[in-house]
Nanobody
């Protein structure tokens, strides 16, 4: 069973940058599509970005295009989310997820807090 662990969250001022990492255990990482989601206070969880198993295709929430970049390194079993020009409304708990068994997000990390101050 794959397990995921996020890191890299923290507090940053508006306009700053953070890079989140998602480290995976288990042998299925390199064959799994991966994604980032976030949940802001008082809001539903929302999709942020996804990358296919090869790293050759990415997708983003429309509102985040141009500021966030998703990537992965299968040799390190790690996925990344580079976040630039951060805004206070990006404040949320960020989760990584995997489509480890079938086309659903069925493996989740514990989340990492990102707080952007104005």
């Amino acid at each position: 069973q794959m397990q995921l662990a996020e890191s890299g969250g923290g507090m940053v001022q508006a306009g700053g940058s953070l890079r989140l990492s998602c480290a995976a255990s288990g042998s299925t990482f390199s064959s799994s599509d991966m994604g980032w989601f976030r949940r802001a206070p008082g809001k539903e969880r929302e999709f942020v970005a996804a990358v296919n198993w090869r790293g050759s295709r990415t997708s983003y929430a429309d509102s985040l295009k141009g500021r966030f970049t998703i990537s992965r390194d299968n040799t390190k079993r790690t996925m990344y989310l580079q976040m630039n020009s951060l805004k206070p409304e990006d404040t949320a708990v960020y989760y990584c997820a995997a489509q480890a068994e079938g086309p659903t997000w069925n493996v989740w990390g514990q989340g990492t807090q990102v707080t952007v101050s104005s």
